[in-house]
């Protein structure tokens, strides 16, 4: 199982960035996938999930309205449109997976590395 973000740069308050995240190892249209963040010196926090089951989206409360998930399950990649971007949120940004193998059963973690994103002027 692999995830790899890409997508990341430096953006200008109130511009838009497209991340993306592509799976290997698993098809993520039978998993929920999520996107995390962590900006400088503090804790990782959640930022949206698209379901499995019905491709239904939450987002936290900081992004909601700017920030939209999305799947392209031919190409098994998910993507986070990022609009209307501040300064607070820059941050590494984070796919993840929890991910659960038969045989057997075994239900493990797995993140990408992390892209950069920067929201300055």
């Known amino acids: 199982v692999q995830l790899v973000e890409s997508g990341g740069g430096l953006v200008q308050p109130g511009g838009s960035l497209r991340l993306s995240c592509g799976a290997s190892?698993?098809?993520?249209?039978?998993?929920?996938m999520k996107w995390y963040r962590q900006a400088l010196g503090k804790e990782r926090e959640y930022v949206a999930t698209?379901?499995?089951?019905?491709?239904?989206?939450v987002y936290a409360d900081t992004v909601t309205g700017r920030f939209t998930i999305s799947r392209d399950n031919g190409k098994n990649t998910v993507y986070l449109r990022m609009n209307s971007l501040e300064p607070e949120d820059t941050a590494i940004y984070f796919c993840?997976?929890?991910?659960?193998?038969?045989?057997?059963?075994?239900?493990?973690?797995?993140w990408g590395q992390g892209t950069q994103v920067t929201v300055a002027s």
């Open positions: 993840y997976a929890r991910i659960t193998t038969l045989g057997p059963v075994v239900t493990s973690d797995y």
């Open positions: 698209m379901t499995s089951d019905d491709g239904s989206t």
């Open positions: 190892g698993f098809s993520i249209s039978s998993y929920d």
